[in-house]
């Protein structure tokens, strides 16, 4: 594994105890970093990604293939990879892990993962996968790590650049994190992400309101539309339905994932449609970058064997640091 540095100095972290009594990592140079539930915190635990922290806290199992029966995640992670997960062995990186949907499979195919995020969703990640022997998880920004640079055999980032402040600069901090002869996967919204309206309105006001009352709001909700999600898909054959419901999903503030993921059982639907309906309406960056924007950026900060595809939730990329 990777052994945490000092984020400010880059020089080796000791356990001490902090001014307070609590353990803490130090550098020699006098920065100390709080072990909070065991987990090393390198940012502040609130911060924009607050609402985040939140969700996947609350939604900690929801999304593991473990939990849900269907290999989702696997299937999504292997096109990710370029067809297969050859991970065995090698120290990864996955910057902004969340609750662990993808750490639960790089782990189980042999990875050495330093799960990373910016919210209190390390806290989920550490629930959900702490056990393992090859898991080291983290709280700390991706702009600022605490890791030497190019010390990654894989730099994993998925669902993150485009809600960070500057995705040219976190695309950048991810590049130096690959060693040499690595490679770094990553995705992105594009032009075109679909935004209905009433999700255009909803996420404009709830971007003033506390987190809690965010989701309890998502809920209320939930609890409001998707039985109406749910008579339409199941009569979408009976003529006029079809069109209604696609009438219905334009209009619809919730995320329905009954046409892409149908072998999911109905209440992780619903659950889904709660997480991803709240994902999007409370996220404080939301940035669209094309393929060509992507893979400049990444040849800027020397990557080479670039491939982009439109797939998933936009751009997917990947590209190697030469030897």
Same mark, same amino acid.
């Given at each position: 594994?990777?052994? %945490?540095?000092?984020?400010?100095?880059?020089?080796?972290?000791?356990?001490?105890?902090?001014?307070?009594?609590?353990?803490?990592?130090?550098?020699?140079?006098?920065?100390?970093?709080?072990?909070?539930?065991?987990?090393?915190? &390198? *940012?502040?635990?609130?911060?924009?990604?607050?609402? %985040?922290?939140?969700?996947?806290?609350?939604?900690?199992?929801?999304?593991? #293939?473990?939990?849900?029966?269907?290999?989702?995640?696997?299937?999504?992670?292997?096109?990710?990879?370029?067809?297969?997960?050859?991970?065995?062995?090698?120290?990864?990186?996955?910057?902004?892990?969340?609750?662990?949907?993808?750490?639960?499979?790089?782990?189980?195919? =042999?990875?050495?993962?330093?799960?990373?995020?910016?919210?209190?969703? *390390?806290?989920?990640?550490?629930?959900?996968?702490?056990?393992?022997?090859?898991?080291?998880?983290?709280?700390?920004?991706?702009?600022?790590?605490? &890791?030497?640079?190019? /010390?990654?055999?894989?730099?994993?980032?998925? =669902?993150?650049?485009?809600?960070?402040?500057?995705?040219?600069?976190?695309?950048?901090?991810?590049?130096?994190?690959?060693?040499? =002869?690595?490679?770094? *996967?990553?995705?992105?919204?594009?032009?075109?992400?679909?935004?209905?309206? /009433?999700? $255009?309105?909803?996420?404009?006001?709830?971007?003033?309101?506390?987190?809690?009352?965010?989701?309890? &709001?998502?809920?209320?909700?939930?609890?409001?539309?998707?039985?109406?999600?749910?008579?339409?898909?199941?009569?979408?054959?009976?003529?006029? &339905?079809?069109?209604?419901?696609?009438?219905?999903?334009?209009?619809?503030?919730? +995320?329905?994932?009954?046409? /892409?993921?149908?072998?999911?059982?109905?209440?992780?639907?619903? /659950?889904?449609?709660?997480?991803?309906?709240?994902?999007?309406?409370? #996220?404080?960056? $939301?940035?669209?970058?094309?393929? #060509?924007?992507?893979?400049?950026?990444?040849?800027?900060?020397?990557?080479?064997?670039?491939?982009?595809?439109?797939?998933?939730? =936009? +751009?997917?990329?990947?590209?190697?640091?030469?030897?």
């Amino acid at each position: 594994m990777i052994p %945490f540095t000092c984020p400010e100095h880059g020089g080796s972290l000791a356990v001490r105890p902090s001014p307070g009594g609590e353990p803490a990592l130090s550098c020699p140079s006098g920065c100390t970093y709080p072990l909070v539930k065991g987990i090393p915190r &390198f *940012v502040p635990e609130s911060n924009y990604t607050d609402a %985040f922290g939140l969700q996947w806290k609350t939604f900690r199992r929801t999304q593991l #293939d473990s939990v849900t029966g269907c290999p989702i995640t696997r299937t999504r992670l292997t096109r990710l990879l370029g067809g297969s997960i050859d991970v065995e062995g090698q120290n990864i990186l996955e910057a902004g892990c969340g609750a662990g949907r993808f750490t639960e499979i790089l782990l189980e195919e =042999g990875g050495l993962v330093h799960a990373v995020d910016m919210s209190c969703a *390390v806290e989920a990640n550490h629930e959900n996968c702490g056990t393992h022997a090859n898991h080291r998880v983290c709280q700390a920004d991706i702009r600022n790590l605490p &890791f030497q640079e190019e /010390s990654f055999d894989l730099v994993f980032c998925v =669902g993150v650049v485009q809600h960070t402040p500057d995705p040219e600069e976190t695309m950048a901090a991810l590049c130096r994190q690959v060693r040499p =002869g690595g490679r770094l *996967v990553m995705d992105h919204y594009t032009h075109g992400y679909p935004v209905t309206a /009433s999700r $255009k309105i909803i996420r404009e006001k709830l971007l003033q309101m506390p987190p809690e009352f965010s989701l309890s &709001f998502c809920e209320m909700l939930v609890n409001i539309l998707w039985p109406v999600h749910v008579m339409l898909w199941h009569n979408r054959k009976i003529p006029g &339905f079809g069109a209604l419901y696609k009438q219905f999903l334009a209009h619809s503030p919730l +995320v329905d994932y009954h046409s /892409s993921y149908g072998e999911l059982s109905p209440e992780i639907l619903q /659950s889904w449609a709660l997480l991803d309906t709240h994902d999007t309406v409370t #996220d404080r960056y $939301k940035h669209l970058r094309s393929a #060509d924007e992507i893979a400049a950026t990444l040849a800027a900060h020397g990557m080479v064997d670039i491939e982009t595809q439109l797939a998933g939730n =936009g +751009v997917e990329a990947r590209a190697r640091r030469p030897e």
